[in-house]
């Protein structure tokens, strides 16, 4: 490894720049082709039926009057599908068409290709299903002990964490219990896909994932087909944000695609996809914090449940995060976490950013905040007390041995000027609480600060084998890299090219298609892990091919290897006699190599929830500054400032832009994300009634500190950055809100409501 | 067996996007001006996110108007001058100042709401060139991002003003 050196001086779009990314262009230009722009020739238009009802039994499905319609080429439902009947990440529970019952709103019962969109979708409305609609089970609580819905029973997932001394006590406690909502990953770029049958019994399906291989996994098993008759190719990706890991549509697009050997296409409406992928898991938690009276933490106690609603997609590794991490980034000596994610007739829950670290940390942060207010502390010297260092146990009993600049991140955040004061007189209306329209009584607005820091894994966990495969092949001077990661929106694209850059120092790096067909897995964008996994991957297969490089031009001149190198993009040696471009030192040759990277393995969880489970962690904090409004509860998040532990800043400004992003996610849930449900129904499936922040509601975040301390063991010392903005944010700015108004609050998204109504009783209690 | 579903009458009329007129042959009534531009034009810039005009990812001009096109009828839309993304984009592979600004400060993640802002910040800045980060953001709150948090947003809108005016003053 010796041979290669980096990028020359003078090369410009190597690691550590703010490098443009190379999709930018044909993205502003409108010509980026997202899976919803793709079209072949003689495509038909899918469409899916789906349940209206949380619960029920399907009597009986007569889907003739589907077929009567003109321009109908085929209509499938359960009895359809040649393989195994249904799929899931983790276990596959989940039906790929309801067959005799429905356990959620929006299951598909089955599918329709026509000639027209509009065709599809009535068709699809015209297909006779008798319910008998049964009592939906919708209490996370209840469904415990409930008559299960599902042969696998309504517990999904128990995990246990006993951790020192079960009895410990402490000289102050507080205890409290918390909620947050269900929330929607809101992608912009609905789900859709183009399924092509091809000539070999196969198909090819084009389309916004994740994970390629895992998908193509799941649809062989449902096909009835060999893997390599499935092959995925990567279509642009809308977002993601953890909604695109579980299949929504994939195998009843394939089925439609070789029924008809046409190509068929899909893309869902809004409501669709707010009922067509999984949401982030609703949490109910009770929490007791036991500490000395210097404020040390004794113990902790939790209680969680989880709401995974009617299959299991990732429940178990979601409820495993909340588990090893409800205790947040502090040195806790004792604890006791009962977690447990249960089955019910609620939409399925799975994967979003933060992945389980999202609930407890609104939990545990507002404890902390009500164990400083009862030992009378600065809840900032709380924190900074009890903050884990690198060599701290964690409640998994796992020593956290990798870089933990947790007290850097509270005090760089806590160090960081506030923002000016609001002059009531002299701000527009439109910065006041609710904006145009809804606006606040100056002199009735309250200002409040929050505080808040939390931490997740980087990676895979527990055993699992997380792995991601990248090829580099150099011809002609020019680098090629492929490899079937997904770029969602993050920048992995930008990053596959500087880090070739970095190593042959060329400007010029291609990217191969993403693909199933040629290439092995690069796991799942998720988990905050493709600039670690494949970063590493594209890393070992370019040096693989640089090394190649030089032996064959030590082998061709016939001079020592050691006395070679590459460096600044030419082959050298030591005494200047040799000096090649890249092109000169191939000769002509062609080079390609394929690496498999692999991070160091963990171990599951035991039956009391310790073991090594984890490979890598990353911190972050947020300062949120927050105006309400006293009379109508409105919130304006002012400001919020941040500060991360991210290993090492690859691209500062693809950094930014995930830290901002992530940010203005857990504002919105913070304050007014949430699928309402009722009774298993969803009452607000559309972007008019779910709201996501826009520009008047997203904060200016500043970013108080990059902690650049890298991470042994990570290529180039980075740690993945998609997913700690996600954590911390929604608790700090909800204890700004208690700052502001002195409510409790003890659940999230905090509504006008939970603010208004609460302070009018207090009012008039009083009198 | 007997067919229970209505046959909408199809209609054929004429478009004038960006420019140039187009001819839409044998269309559903019900073909929303994002979907006629889209699958019968060709035009899939414009995208399609939420039909119900909330996100602002279709965001067109009708007549210099800002619009969201999935909420007007194509066939509505008849006899009045339509300009996309398409129309807002050099030819080659060139950007405009817009353009160039929203890929160089960051703006651009996954993308798809990139096109509909791109027209809502070039109307803006058309409108209203010097637009204060208020105002910007008032302008932009009708375009729903869920990458970015909008910061670099802002950051590219006002880099597009300072190349703008930097453009004017050369003149």
Known sequence: MTTVLTTGPGLRGGLGESVRRPDGGPKARGEFAFSSDLEAEDMLWAHLLRSPHPSAAISSLDLSPAFAVPGVAAVLAAGDVPGRQSFGLDYPDQPVFAGKVVRHVGEPIAAVAADHPITARRAAEAIAVTYEVTEPLTDPEAAMEAPPIHERGNVLFHQDIVHGDPGATGEVSVEGSYATAMQDQAFLGPESALAVPAGDGGVDLYLATQWLHVDRDQIAACLGLPLDLVRLHLSGVGGAFGAREDMSMQVQLCLLAMRTGRPVKIVFSREESFLGHVHRHPARMWYRHSADADGNLVKVEAKLILDGGAYLSSSPAVLQNAACFAAGPYRVPNAVVDATAVRTNNPPCGAMRGFGAVQVCFAYETQMDKLAAALRMDPVELRLRNALRTGDTMITGQVLSGAAPVAEVIRAVAAAPLPAEPGPSDAPEIALPGGAGRTAERDRVRRGIGFAVGFKNLMYSAGFDDFTTARCRLEEGRVTITSAAVEVGQGLVTLMQQIARHIFGVADVSLGEATTAGIGSAGSTSASRQTWMTGGAVEAACRAVAERLVSSVAQRLERPLASLRLDGGRVCSDDGAVDLSLVGAASGQVFEETAVYRHPPTEELDEKGQGNAHVSFAFGAHRAVVDVDLDLGLVRVVDVTTAQDVGRALNPLQLIGQIEGGTAQGVGLAVMEEIVLDRGTVRNPSFTDYIIPTALDSPPVTIAGLIEEPEPGAPHGAKGAGEPPAISSTAAVAAAIRDATGLELARVPIRPQDIALALAAFEEDRQ | ?171
């Open chain 2, 1 to 171: 067996m007997t067919n229970t579903t209505s046959v909408p009458e199809l209609l054929s009329y004429t478009l004038n996007v960006n420019g140039r007129d187009h001819q839409v042959s044998d269309a559903e009534l019900g073909e929303n001006l994002l979907f006629v531009l889209r699958e019968r034009l060709g035009l899939r810039g414009s995208k399609n996110a939420c039909e119900q005009g909330e996100c602002g990812s279709c965001s067109v001009l009708v007549d210099g108007r800002l619009e969201c096109s999935c909420t007007m009828l194509a066939a509505a839309a008849t006899g009045r001058q339509i300009v996309t993304v398409e129309g807002l984009t050099p030819s080659g592979d060139g950007l405009s100042e817009v353009q160039e600004a929203f890929v160089a400060e960051g703006a651009v993640q996954c993308g798809f709401c990139t096109p509909g802002l791109i027209v809502s910040v070039s109307d803006l800045l058309d409108r209203l060139p010097l637009a204060t980060e208020l105002e910007i953001r008032e302008a932009i709150s009708g375009n729903l991002c869920r990458c970015t948090g909008y910061g670099r947003i802002i950051a590219a809108v006002q880099a597009a003003q300072h190349a703008r005016s930097a453009r004017e003053a050369l003149r």
